[in-house]
């Protein structure tokens, strides 16, 4: 990936994300994710497993809330910190490997902390609020850098 790229895409998902969320009220699962998801729509068994990753931490911290006290900061702490554990889980033990005769090493979770901030997306407007708003982003931030060239 080049690195002018990963600027530009950032930057420009930024300000979708901001724009969105201004017009709609909605933070598509952080502000910074659609412009990585954007550069991988390319490749999207990396997005579902980003997505699923997200999902399952969002199981986890939302499961042991009915056992510590986690509201604000701390949650939102605990749920990129899951996400960052459980995406770095899964390159190491399922996706550098094959599994059933298919190559797993292709596969591979997007971002270290997007999982994250995708779960604390998804524990603040829902799974499908988030999924649709982050997907929706990604592609508006994907062709604003094809009709740039980019």
């Not at 911290?61 to 899964?90: D, E, N, P």
């Amino acid at each position: 990936m080049v690195e002018g790229l990963l600027t530009a895409s950032t930057a420009i998902g930024i300000v979708i994300s901001f724009l969105f969320s201004m017009i709609v009220g909605i933070y598509p699962g952080g502000i910074i994710v659609p412009g990585y998801i954007a550069l991988y729509l390319d490749r999207p068994l990396d997005i579902v497993v980003t997505f699923a990753v997200s999902w399952f931490a969002y199981f986890i911290v939302s499961r042991l809330s009915y056992v510590v006290i986690l509201y604000g900061r701390r949650k939102t702490a605990l749920l990129i910190l899951t996400g960052f554990l459980l995406g770095y889980l899964s390159d190491i033990l399922v996706f550098g490997h094959s599994m059933g005769g298919m190559d797993l090493s292709a596969i591979d979770v997007i971002g270290h902390i997007i999982p994250g901030l995708i779960a604390s997306g998804i524990a603040s407007y829902g799974v499908i609020t988030t999924l649709s708003s982050v997907i929706t982003c990604s592609v508006i931030v994907k062709l604003l850098l094809v009709l740039l060239g980019l």
